[in-house]
């Protein structure tokens, strides 16, 4: 069969019709990839969500697809979000597919440079504004609610439709839910997309059970773990440089209903799961992404799936390591530079 993406896929779970314009990148029907070298750390059968595969790297296409084929029903003109760049890289993206123009906020110097590219080269008019996301995010509110510009942050339940998608795939490959759900929180939306997901698809009889949803926060910008806003959050991992998610009460509701849990990874936790899954499993993630991984290996280490033996897990990566070379090169060394000469080849390799 054919993939041509994900509204066309589900279309039956979603709230479109035949009026609806979609607008697609044939987003979605990403793999899950077994990830052996975290079965032997965790005791349970792991599997990696590999979201950097959308078309522009990362999940946010997902609920793209849906919130600009939705705008353009609606007759809108403008779209509008504040990122931390995926979200602005997707929505420039989705916004110059549909024909119609993109405004993005981001907080000034704390984006990674692939998302920024992104969203320029696809001609969105960003703008940087000197404060963090929750700053942009709330201007964006004023301006969405007072012009006639859509928003297309994940407050917009269109988004959280599109992206609940990946439940979806995730149940129809393993042939129903997996014990657990590990996920990076930082906005919350995705971890409330999800739950919604994994729900709706019980609900159909499409799956029999529900996982656990562990979520995971940077610990310098942990407001659902501290249960208080973060003020000025701070993290290598600027995806999640979030300190007053928008979807804060619904991801708590996704941890209290599915009996999981959210928790906190540290900066160094998150870069040493970011290194491991490069080294060991060939995936290359950004860093936000590896707080999934972080946590569980956190998690696994304190025991907390004593008595799991071969239950499965899926974490979801977020988004592609190519978002962010920066600070992949920042931990590693420059590349050993020789003559052009096959005998200081062959003595390097030590052949
Ligand atoms: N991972 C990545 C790579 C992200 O870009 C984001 C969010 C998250 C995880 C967290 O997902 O917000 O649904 O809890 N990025 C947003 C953005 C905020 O603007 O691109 P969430």
Sequence with gaps: ???????????????????TPVVTLYEGNTPLVPAESLNKITGLQVFLKYEGLNPTGSFKDRGMTMA?????????????????????????AYAVRGGVKCVVLIPNG?????KLAQAMIHQAQVIAIDGNFDDALNLVKDITANYPVELVNSLNPFRIEGQKTAA?????????????HAIPVGNAGNITAYWKGYKEYKNLGKSQTLPRMLGFQAAGAAPI????IIEKPETIATAIRIGNPASWKSAVQARDESQG???LVTDDEILQAYRFLAET????????????????IKLAKAGYFKGQMSHRI????????????????????????VKSDRKAILSLIGL
């Design 1 to 19: 069969m054919r993939w041509t993406g994900l509204i066309n896929h589900y279309r039956e779970y979603l709230p479109v019709s035949d009026k």
């Design 68 to 92: 600009i084929s939705k705008a353009k029903e609606k007759g809108a003109s403008i779209v509008m979000c504040a990122s931390t760049g995926n979200t602005s890289a997707s929505a420039a």
């Design 110 to 114: 704390n984006i990674a440079l692939g």
């Design 168 to 180: 979806f795939e995730i149940c129809d490959f393993l042939g129903d839910a997996p014990e657990f």
């Design 225 to 228: 773990v501290h249960n208080k």
């Design 261 to 263: 849990l959210i928790d």
């Design 281 to 296: 499993t060939g995936i290359f993630v950004e860093p936000a992404s590896a707080a999934s991984v972080a946590g569980v």
């Design 314 to 337: 899926v974490c979801t990566v977020t988004g592609h390591g190519l978002k962010d070379p920066k600070t992949a090169m920042k931990e590693l060394p420059e590349p050993v530079v």
